[in-house]
């Protein structure tokens, strides 16, 4: 030991300066809090280097001592002290590893056992990758909250000798001899005025709930009582992500999950993963069995919690999953994270993306297997978290093939089930070959809709598309297993060969000598409202019908700039007229002057613009629908 460390004289911090100390100690954390984490971080990798050092040598300080952190509060003298029992240090070690802000005695001892071609440690043993803090950056965050910091250390090699160093922060540092007899460290901190909050038991117990909880040693608050006795262990310290799935029952998940969430429901699916390749990680992911978060619930956003190495990087992660999944809990734990130097944030690059890849398709790859395994369960996903995955198909359009099998609909033939693409396709019609679809507002109007006569009459099935995500899913989504499909509101719709027939037994159409006469006359009345009054023979038992003219965009396109601008006019459309209607055929028996004649007009149309979800004011309709009745009843 040179003279220098082995005297208070101060000691200038090695290739740093006051301004670099100034950016670490004022600039670098968002959160003061953040110190206690790193302070326990630095003790937790002295306890893992100390336990991988007894599984080869025994010959060490204190070799029965129980491997622990304590956090200690004296109010009285304004002091906050971490103690561990981990590997200690000596003087020239404090000076290495204190003295120079950037320097990490862990990485010289991961390195320094690599050469050695130490054994790895049995399963359930700890291993170098629990190495989580760095003697650095990490340790100067507790000058955010402190006067001034004295670490005193004894190392585990039996002849050494304890030291004591202390620094305010400033330019210097001294090292003298320390008085400990025990091995391990001890950090103490004079608090600042403003930061005597962390004196408290209960504060520092949620913060060690919050970053460090699954720190691999146990983490002690408080002295103790009289008799020497330990106070009750604060931190979890078992990962259960970090655990093989094939090990974990599933009563410990929905342990773990109601107190990470203090959800009392247990979660509809979890998901764990463990992967070694392309990245390493490790994850625990779980779907909430109801929509909304509880007013006690833990998690007050969305966004996963990142894990470092067992400790907390960041509460509430959105970079890991896409923006289609925001439902989903739970934790991502990896090594190869890359992070700021503050450990606070993580820097966007490959490794970032893969863990997203992968995160993304567990979860996908879990909801397919419920699917299958439980529809019931599915079911009730679908009810609660099913427009997140249609939106999934209109913003992340290369998640489509594995969306598509996920997705569930309404349809004509199973209007209150829910039915799968694959079960649509099972169910077609000999000749169909296109997917049908219907776009309207309400699921029970729509399938009164007109649109659907022809369909309904031919035996076809028809998705029924009713929430406002339909029509930007629809933007995206064409085709399915190379079927198209196919709006049935189409003006010109396409059905197979030999499934139409322009007969209806029973129902003889209106003379062709009344239908010009009736067209002119709704043409007179709607005027510019309109774009044209035609006869159909695709409507069975609707009078009219409302369609899109030629050229004009397709109505799912027309509806997203209806959810996108409220001043958006829609197109004006065609009016189809079915002249096999008992309506329509005994409107064109009337006198053009009866005045009853002009009600049903009016009321034929607004009928379809009703139905159609695009009735301005259906208020206005009663005055009418009332002098209908009174004309009826006065016949």
Request: net charge negative; hydrophobic share 35%.
């Amino acid at each position: 030991m040179t003279d220098q460390t082995q005297t208070n004289t101060p000691i200038p911090f090695k290739a740093e300066t006051r301004q670099l100390l100034d950016i670490l100690i004022h600039s670098l954390y968002t959160e003061h809090e953040i110190f206690l984490r790193e302070l326990i971080s630095n003790a937790s990798d002295a306890l893992t280097r100390m336990d991988f050092e007894l599984l080869t040598n025994r010959d060490v300080l204190d070799p029965q001592a129980e491997l622990n952190i304590r956090i200690i509060a004296d109010k009285d003298e304004g002091t906050l002290t971490i103690e561990d029992t981990g590997i200690g240090m000596t003087a020239e070690e404090m000076v290495a590893n204190l003295g120079t802000i950037a320097h990490s005695g862990a990485r010289e001892f991961i390195t320094a056992a690599k050469t050695r071609n130490q054994a790895p440690p049995a399963d359930g043993q700890r291993s170098l990758s629990d190495l989580i803090g760095q003697f650095g950056v990490g340790f100067y965050s507790a000058f955010m909250v402190s006067d001034w910091i004295q670490v005193t250390s004894r190392s585990y090699l039996p002849d050494s000798q304890a030291a004591c160093w202390y620094s305010t922060g400033n330019d210097t540092y001294t090292v003298e001899p320390g008085d400990r007899t025990t091995r391990g460290t001890t950090v103490t901190l004079k608090l600042k005025e403003d930061s005597k909050d962390f004196l408290e038991d209960y504060r520092l117990r949620e913060i060690v709930h919050k970053h460090s909880d699954f720190v691999p040693f146990p983490i002690f608050v408080g002295k103790g009582d009289e008799e020497g006795a330990q106070k009750e262990q604060v931190n979890k310290q078992t990962a259960l992500w970090r655990q093989q799935p094939r090990e974990v029952e599933k009563k410990s998940y929905d342990d773990f999950y109601q107190q990470f969430t203090l959800d009392f429901e247990p979660p509809l699916l979890n998901a764990h993963m463990v992967v070694d390749a392309p990245v390493q990680m490790y994850a625990l992911l779980f779907i909430p069995s109801h929509g909304e978060r509880g007013f006690y619930s833990m998690r007050k956003e969305d966004g996963l919690k990142l894990y470092a190495r067992k400790v907390l990087i960041q509460e509430y992660n959105k970079d890991l999953l896409p923006e289609y999944l925001p439902f989903v809990q739970g934790v991502v734990d990896s090594e190869d994270i890359p992070l700021n130097v503050s450990r606070e944030s993580v820097q966007a690059n490959r490794i970032m993306a893969n863990l997203k890849k992968l995160v993304t398709n567990k979860v996908l790859d879990s909801l397919l297997k419920l699917s299958q395994d439980d529809t019931a369960a599915y079911e009730k996903f679908w009810k609660l978290f099913g427009r997140f995955l249609k939106h999934g198909v209109s913003a992340e359009p290369k998640d489509s093939d594995a969306l598509f099998p996920l997705l569930r609909f309404h349809t004509l033939h199973n209007p209150e089930g829910l039915t799968s693409l694959d079960s649509y396709l099972e169910a077609m019609k000999e000749g169909q070959n296109d997917i049908y679809y219907l776009l309207g507002d309400d699921e029970h109007s729509i399938i009164y809709s007109p649109h659907l006569d022809v369909v309904r009459k031919l035996g076809f099935d028809v998705l029924f598309l009713t929430e406002p995500v339909d029509a930007f899913m629809l933007m995206q989504f064409h085709k399915y297993k190379e079927h198209t499909l196919t709006n049935v509101a189409t003006a010109n719709l396409e059905l197979p060969p030999g499934t139409e027939s322009d007969e209806e037994p029973g129902l003889e159409p209106m003379p062709e000598a009344e239908q010009t006469p009736l067209i002119e006359r709704f043409k007179t009345q709607l005027g510019e409202r309109v774009q044209d009054v035609r006869m159909t023979q695709r409507l069975a038992d609707s009078p009219a019908r409302l369609v899109d003219p030629e050229g004009v965009m397709r109505g799912e396109y027309q509806r997203v700039y209806r959810y996108l601008d409220k001043d958006y006019q829609v197109p004006k459309k065609v009016l189809e007229l079915n002249p096999r209607n008992p309506i329509v055929t005994r409107l064109g028996a009337l006198p053009a002057d009866d005045p009853v004649s002009s009600l049903i007009i009016e009321q034929v149309y607004e009928d379809a613009l009703l139905i159609e979800g695009l009735h301005p004011d259906p208020a206005s309709m009663i005055s009418r629908i009332q002098k209908i009745m009174e004309q009826a009843l006065g016949n």
